[in-house]
Every structure is written in C-alpha cells, then in structure tokens.
C-alpha cells in the first residue's frame, strides 16, 4: 500500500455510538479502547473510512446518515453505517456470532446453537457490509475487516467487479481442527476466509490452527515458508497468514495512572484496604472468563492457607455482556451464588473476603482499580489475548504487581517468562498461585513486573497497527519478542499442547 491508497476499516460495531434522545434528537459519543486509538491516526493520514453498525435499524440508516457524515467532519475520517434489522440482531449477531462462532472458537462446543437460519442471516449480513465496502472504497484501497462477525466480507467482495486487497484480523482464538470440524459450514467458512489477502490471528496457536484446519479441509491448498507470516496458495492466489499479538496504548494507560485524579482514588482505595492486598479480577460477563474457577481458587487458598485471611480481600468486576443469551444468564447466576458463598464462610468483622460489583467502572475508577491492586488474577478458560492484563501491568506504577495468567490466554504467549501461570480448571493450582503471589519477595515482583512492562511498553497498540499493516504490502516485519525462542520450566511441547507456544 502506498501513502495515496486508502484504509477502510469494516468491524460490527462503528467506534461511534449513537443515541435517540425524545425531542433532542440523535446524541453521538465516541468509542473508546486501544483500537479505535490506534487506528484514528492512520485512517486520518490515509483520508480512511470505518464501516460498521451504528446500533440502529436499517429503517433509520437515512436518517443517521447525516449524523455520521456531520461525526467524520469533526473527527477527520469518514465513519459509514450498515444497518440491521432487529431479526439479523437476533440472527447474526445473538446467533451465529455469539452462539455458534463465539462458543466454538472458545472450546464451548456444547454451548452451540448450529441454528441454519443463522448461518443464512451471517450471510446475508456479511453480503450487505460487503456492498458498503465496495461502495464506499477505490480498487486501490486496503480494506481491514475486525473479527469473527465478519468473516465472509472478502468472499462476498470478490464476486463484485473490481478486486479489493483485504486483511483479516480475528480477535478471539481459532480452534482446533477437531473442533472446527464440528461446524456444519465449515468448508464455506474456511474457504471465505482463504479470499482474504491477509489474515491475522493473536497467537502462534491460532495461527497454526488455522494452518492445520487448511491442510485437513481444503487440501488442493499449499503452504510454504515458515516464520510469522506464512503463505497459502490457492492457484495463483497467495494469502499470507501470520499471528500479530494486539496490545494497549501503554503511555495512555500509564500517564492516567499517574494524573492526579486517579492517584487521588488510588489512596482513596488504600485507605479502604488498610493492610490488605488487592487482587483484583475485571472480566466481562462470560463464560470463556473462567470467572467460577478464579471464585473457587479464591476459596481454597483462603482455606489452606488461614494467614491470607483478612490480608487480601478480591476484588470482582464483572461487566454486564449479551444478556440476552440464557447461558449468560445461567453464569452470572453461578458467580453470584460462589460470591454468596465464600462471603458467609469466611466474612469477619472488617472484613470483607470478595468485593463483588456487576456494572462498568468508568476509565478513571478502572485505571485507579489496576495501580491499586497487588494482583491481577486471570482465569481465562479461553481467551484470545485478555487486554485487562496488559492494561493492569501499563498501570501498575509502584513497579511491584503481580499478574496471575491463565495458560489459555493468548498474553501468555508474550509473557509466559514473569507471570504466574494457572491452569484454572486446575482449583489447587489457583489457590497456590494466589499464595505464591501473595508472598512473593519485593525483588522479586519488582523484576518480573519491569520485565512485562519493558514488553508490553515496546510492543504497543501502534506498533501492532504497524506490523499488520507492513505484512499486508509483504514487508519485512522485524523482530519481536512474542515470537522468541523461550521454553518455560514445562516439558518439551507442552506449550505447543495447551496453545501458548512461543514459537
Ligand atoms: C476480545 C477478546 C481480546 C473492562 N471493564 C471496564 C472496561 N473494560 C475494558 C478493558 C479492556 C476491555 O474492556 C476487555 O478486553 P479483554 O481483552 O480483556 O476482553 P474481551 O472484551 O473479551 O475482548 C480478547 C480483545 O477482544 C482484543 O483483541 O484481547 O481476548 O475476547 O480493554 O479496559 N472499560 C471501562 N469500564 C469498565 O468497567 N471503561
């Protein structure tokens, strides 16, 4: 891609949200996160447009329209809507997304609802993003479609006149080729994602998932080269697929940490705890948390070892997420029986063993949660990346955190060396982590601590834009350390097993 050619972002949800307010009309607000971050500048640079649902049906498309094309004016990019009916809500987004692709990528197999209308509303979905892009782009544009809704965008580009160059990045894990099998569309599925000319995966694991799921379902396929970024060949195609570990803006996480407004409720949450440590656990309402198992390993280390009674005291948020969905509902049923639970066993006069809140916390109460805490407890049972690790060290100013991960979280893969890693399903192993975290040497913290910030710091949400960017004009990606050759204390190939592999 030269400088003239442009960025087109396609991802479900637009990085403006829009609200209906009676008599005053429609109110904008803008996305937060590292992403929409990240991508501003480069799609202001490259006079850029990002395509996605602003939240409304397609009957008010028209309407919001103008309100989008007013937004891009103040916001120095182009921002386009795609509509949905509320049934493709319901079809496309609660069904095949989230309860077909989101449970399956996560090894929910039992979780899946392989409902044919779903399918059918994916696509056609995916159809209708496809004629935006086309409309709103030159042949010459790059187009850069996010996640698993929208899979089948370069499939459905391709059968339109001219050629688009596209990437792909998925933000969840891929599965395994027994998993993946178990999809009824898998040969259609794969076979949309082999239009992409560039397909990114968090980690090695999902990338050589993929890999393996090509070579079994699609073999008049070819890969050569070996390395980050490999290549398929289809005929004369080549799709280049490679794993791109995302990140933070880390000087935005780590100069709020450091405002006066957050340092004054940092003390503020001090003085709640007097003496005690902080862990802490931020996780979305869901069941690929592993949020049950953190509770139980909670449990049990506040019964073996009595000395961490009234010392630490965990904190949960967990965020309200597609409660719509039955099983969502049925997990947060489940964690708040355990927080019932453990508060009645162990609950003493001044103190409280689990702080427990179901909502949001807005960005300044966030960063303030993560500098005040000793411990960020992570229990994925499956997880693409966990941002809120990353977010928890960029925050962790005293320099002396300590991150607790889950085996199965892609973050692993970069920073397998300083955490403590946890098998969640494994409730002893938990409890001892938590031990072993609570009572580890002030050098020590400190140490492992310096070495995932140095990591994370270097490796930030504008290099990631960076690397996937340059493997989309096949340049030379340079190194880094998410793909180092570091074996942990763990037998050979055991990382390459549970999916973490460095390598
Ligand atoms: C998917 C993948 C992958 C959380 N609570 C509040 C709040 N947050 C923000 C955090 C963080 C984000 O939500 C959560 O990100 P995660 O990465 O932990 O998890 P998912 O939402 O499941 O994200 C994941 C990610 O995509 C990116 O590729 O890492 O694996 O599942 O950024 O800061 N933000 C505010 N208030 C809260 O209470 N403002």
Partial sequence: MTVAERLIVASNRLPVVLDRTPGEGWKVSRGSGGLVTALEPVLREREGTWIGWPGVSEDELPEVDSVLERESGRIGYRVRGVGLTP???????????????????????????????????????????????ARESAPNDFIWVQDYHLMSVAEE??????????????????????????????????????????????????????IHCVQTLAPDVTVEGEGRVVEVRIGE?????????????????????????????????????????????????????????????????????????????????????REDIPEYHAIRTEIERLVGRISGEFTRPGWVP?????????????????????????????????????????????????????????????????????????VEDVAEAIHTACTMPEEERRARMGRIRDKIRKEDIFWWVDVF???????????????????????????????????
């Fill in 354 to 426: 689990i702080h427990y809140q179901y909502g949001r916390w807005d960005r300044e109460e966030l960063i303030a949660h993560y500098r005040a805490a000793r411990i960020n407890l992570v229990t994925s049972l499956k997880d693409g990346m966990n941002l809120v690790a990353k977010e928890f060290s960029a925050a962790s100013l005293e320099g002396d955190g300590v991150l607790i991960l889950s085996e199965y979280a892609g973050a692993t893969a970069q920073l397998q060396q300083d955490a403590i890693l946890v098998n969640p399903y494994d």
């Fill in 87 to 133: 049934r493709e809500e319901e079809d496309f987004y609660l069904g095949f997304s989230n309860q077909v692709i989101w449970p399956l990528f996560h090894d929910f197999q039992t979780q899946c609802n392989f409902d044919p209308t779903f399918w059918r509303a994916y696509r056609e979905v995916n159809r209708r993003f496809a004629k935006v892009i």
């Fill in 157 to 210: 580009l391709s059968q339109r006149p001219s050629r688009r160059r596209t990437g792909f990045f998925l933000h969840i894990p891929f599965p395994p080729l027994d998993l993946f099998v178990k999809l009824p569309w898998r040969f259609t599925l794969l076979r949309s994602l082999l239009h992409y000319d560039l397909i990114g995966f968090q980690t090695a694991r999902d990338r050589n998932n993929f």
């Fill in 237 to 321: 195609r080549v799709v280049r697929v490679g794993a791109f570990p995302i990140a933070i803006d880390f000087d935005e996480f780590a100069d709020s940490a450091a405002s006066n407004a957050v340092s004054e409720r940092v003390a503020r949450l001090w003085s709640e705890f007097p003496g005690r440590q902080i862990i802490l656990g931020v996780d979305r309402l869901d069941y690929s948390k592993g949020i049950p198992h953190k509770l139980q390993g909670f449990r049990l280390a506040l019964e073996r070892y009595p000395s961490l009674q009234e010392k630490v005291s965990l904190v949960q948020l967990v965020i309200p997420s």
């Fill in 469 to 503: 960017l340059k493997a989309a004009r096949g340049e030379d990606l340079g190194e880094w350390s998410s793909l180092d050759a570091y074996q942990p204390p763990a037998p050979p190939g055991f990382f390459d097993a549970v999916g973490t592999a460095s390598s």
